[in-house]
Structure formats: C-alpha cells, structure tokens
C-alpha cells in the first residue's frame, strides 16, 4: 500500500519561497515516478512538475519554470518541491502523486497511480 502525504504549505508573500515534501511510506518508492499537480478553485488540476525514479529525468510546466525545482531522496522515501519568487497565481492546494512506471517522466494526471491528501499554498500579494 502506499500512502503519500505532503506538508510545507502555508501562507507567503509575493516573491517568497517555500519548500513541499511528499513522504512516501511505501517499501518501492524509489522504483516510482513521482509528480506535483496543483488545483486552483474553480480550476481543473494542472501538472507542475515530475521526476522519474533515479532523477535523471525532470519536466516542469512551463509556467513553473526557472522558478520551482523538484527533487526526491529515495533513501528517505521523500520527493521535493522548492518554489521559489511565488506569484499569487500559484495559490491552489499541492498534491504529490507517484506513477508505477518509474523510466519517464509524464504530465498527465491520469497517469498516476496514487496520489496524496494536498497541501495549501496561499500566495499573498
């Protein structure tokens, strides 16, 4: 069974930084595909960025890009989201999601297998 859960949400200012985490308990986290979606109100849920297994793979969304860097320790069963210069456009509730196919890295949420609770990110201007 895995269970994901994210944390590191919070409010922060326009320009402001903060760090998610998304600790995975299960035994083949390091075999995964590991992703981060985030859902606006009123909005669809929009991919973020992704990691494959070994993290020689990453793919962001373009509107993420140059500003977010994701990462993971597979030895702490944990994947990253840093997000750094935040512009209150990225206010929604992060999710972290984990794909069994672990080679490539994929933007389409229904691509992945299980996925966490979600975290606040509130961008204050």
């Known amino acids: 069974q895995v269970q994901l859960e994210e944390s590191g949400g919070g409010l922060v200012q326009a320009g402001g930084s903060l760090r998610l985490s998304c600790a995975n308990s299960?035994?083949?986290?390091?075999?995964?595909?590991m992703g981060w979606f985030r859902q606006a109100p009123g909005k669809e849920r929009e991919f973020v960025a992704a990691i494959n297994w070994s993290g020689s793979s990453i793919y962001y969304a373009d509107s993420v890009k140059g500003r977010f860097t994701i990462s993971r320790d597979n030895a702490k069963n944990t994947v990253y989201l840093q997000m750094n210069s935040l512009k209150p456009e990225d206010t929604a509730v992060y999710y972290c999601a984990a794909r069994r196919f672990g080679g490539t890295v994929v933007s389409e949420h229904f691509a992945y297998d299980y996925w966490g609770q979600g975290t606040q990110v509130t961008v204050s201007s």
């Open positions: 299960g035994r083949t986290f390091s075999s995964y595909t």
